[in-house]
T-cell receptor, first 117, second 115 residues
Framework: DADVTQTPRNRITKTGKRIMLECSQT?????MYWYRQDPGLGLRLIYY???????NKGEISDGYSVSRQAQAKFSLSLESAIPNQTALYFCATSDSPGQGGVAQTQYFGPGTRLLVL | AQSVTQLDSQVPVFEEAPVELRCNYSSSVSVYLFWYVQYPNQGLQLLLK??????LVESINGFEAEFNKSQTSFHLRKPSVHISDTAEYFCAVSDLQTGANNLFFGTGTRLTVIP
């Protein structure tokens, strides 16, 4: 079974609709992240969470909200979807930085392909 | 904020030929550097990383990258590519100042290995 799962894998919605993308992990990691991937732009960070009570905005949080329901679950919501939110969305997880603040590897889910008409 | 530059958006190369994918970053502080690979229709997987110590790091499938602080580069190389290496490769950087786990990604390089 995959360590980081995302549902749904594909979604088509209409402008103005509210949608939620869900992410679950079985790795026991404290930190979770949401990215979007656009052709030619790479991955950009939307939101990240260090634990259930610690949620932070990333580079492109406008138009998005998140909920960390439990250590293992981190959901991304589009309150009113618009066409330029059409993208591939990835969830990722990691441990907290190691001794001396050393960065930990991020583990990615398979992605959710979202099309907003 | 950090920025990562991958100048080559697409790199076609013949099978068994060598390849270099370039990555430059902007930072004046100590950094952590990563290469991730994305195979078609999959999520990203870590290929290799530099945290400290030896500036040359290797992956299990024959890729290597060298951290060059003076040139702020972390280029990825493989002496002989296989068809199975066809994928998109992303360079990423983080540092203690912005949060050790906050990754900034480059725009990616699509490697196509030609039979």
């Amino acid at each position: 079974d995959a360590d980081v799962t995302q549902t749904p894998r594909n979604r088509i919605t209409k402008t103005g609709k509210r949608i939620m993308l869900e992410c679950s992990q079985t790795k026991g990691h404290d930190r979770m992240y949401w990215y979007r991937q656009d052709p030619g732009l790479g991955l950009r960070l939307i939101y990240y969470s260090f634990d259930v009570k610690d949620i932070n905005k990333g580079e492109i949080s406008d138009g998005y909200s998140v909920s960390r329901q439990a250590q293992a679950k981190f959901s991304l919501s589009l309150e009113s979807a618009i066409p330029n939110q059409t993208a591939l969305y990835f969830c990722a997880t990691s441990d907290s930085p190691g001794q001396g603040g050393v960065a930990q590897t991020q583990y990615f889910g398979p992605g959710t392909r979202l099309l907003v008409l | 904020a950090q920025s990562v530059t991958q100048l080559d958006s697409q790199v076609p190369v013949f099978e068994e030929a060598p390849v270099e994918l370039r990555c430059n970053y902007s930072s004046s502080v100590s950094v952590y550097l990563f290469w991730y690979v994305q195979y078609p229709n999959q999520g990203l997987q870590l290929l290799l990383k530099y945290l400290s110590g030896s500036t040359l790091v290797e992956s299990i499938n024959g890729f290597e990258a060298e951290f060059n602080k003076s040139q702020t580069s972390f280029h990825l190389r493989k002496p002989s590519v296989h068809i199975s290496d066809t994928a998109e490769y992303f360079c990423a950087v983080s540092d203690l100042q912005t949060g050790a786990n906050n990754l900034f990604f480059g725009t990616g390089t699509r490697l196509t290995v030609i039979p």
